[in-house]
């Protein structure tokens, strides 16, 4: 069974930086497309990035210029480096890692680390 570890999450204040971690019990290599989805209290989950292995990357239009996903094949990581935090940013960010060629990944998800970001 795949299991996606996060971390990184934490209470910053708005116009700071965190990057998170996403780390793989699988080689990276094995998955097509890997992303980020958060969730607000009380909002819908939403995808904030995605990369396939083809070369696609998506970002939600509220982080555009702001984060940035990325990976290490080499430590089976997957980061997302976020700038200029916002409180609307605040949410539980997950990782997750896809089979298929999609900027929708869906198959595997983590358990999630709580981004807080204060006004």
């Known amino acids: 069974q795949v299991q996606l570890v996060e971390s990184g999450g934490s209470l910053v204040q708005a116009g700071g930086s965190l990057r998170l971690s996403c780390v793989a019990s699988?080689?990276?290599?094995?998955?097509?497309?890997m992303g980020w989805y958060r969730q607000a209290p009380g909002k819908q989950r939403e995808l904030v990035a995605a990369m396939t292995k083809s070369g696609l990357v998506e970002y939600a239009e509220s982080v555009k210029g702001r984060f940035s996903i990325s990976r290490e094949g080499a430590k089976n990581t997957v980061y997302l480096q976020m700038n200029s935090l916002k409180p609307e940013d605040t949410a539980v960010y997950y990782c997750v890692c896809d089979l298929h060629n999609t900027v929708r990944p869906n198959d595997y998800w983590g358990r999630g680390t709580q981004v807080t970001v204060s006004s």
């Open positions: 699988d080689d990276l290599f094995s998955f097509s497309a």
